[in-house]
């Protein structure tokens, strides 16, 4: 399984950003997306995700209100809109997969098998 996402940048705060993460597998309905972050000198963290299509969303607090994941199975991608961006949202974000996980392990970065390579956004005026 190969992920692969794009989308990251440069931009202000206030501004909007949109990541995608194109997924090599046959059935992509099936699979749990997700979407962590590593800010500067921390720890990689829950972002976001999508749980195998059954329109189960979760969000770490910090997000709600101003990201939105989304899926298209048909293109086997998922998008992590994310406005209103803040300073504090700096980081490298990783899209990730698993077709294994239950529900309660969906922040779990450990529950996450196969990982894409990471896109920077920086935010800054």
């Known amino acids: 399984v190969q992920l692969q996402a794009c989308g990251g940048g440069l931009v202000q705060p206030g501004d909007s950003l949109r990541l995608s993460c194109t997924a090599s597998?046959?059935?992509?309905?099936?699979?749990?997306m997700g979407w962590f972050r590593r800010a500067p000198g921390k720890e990689r963290e829950f972002v976001a995700a999508?749980?195998?299509?059954?329109?189960?969303?979760s969000y770490t607090d910090s997000v709600k209100g101003r990201f939105t994941i989304s899926r298209d199975n048909a293109e086997k991608t998922v998008t992590l809109q994310m406005n209103n961006l803040k300073p504090e949202d700096t980081a490298v974000y990783f899209c990730?997969?698993?077709?294994?996980?239950?529900?309660?392990?969906?922040?779990?970065?450990?529950?996450?098998?196969?990982w894409g390579q990471g896109t920077q956004v920086t935010v800054s005026s």
């Open positions: 999508d749980f195998r299509s059954t329109g189960r969303t």
């Open positions: 990730a997969a698993s077709n294994r996980l239950i529900y309660s392990s969906l922040h779990n970065q450990d529950a996450y098998p196969y």
């Open positions: 597998v046959l059935t992509f309905s099936g699979w749990t």
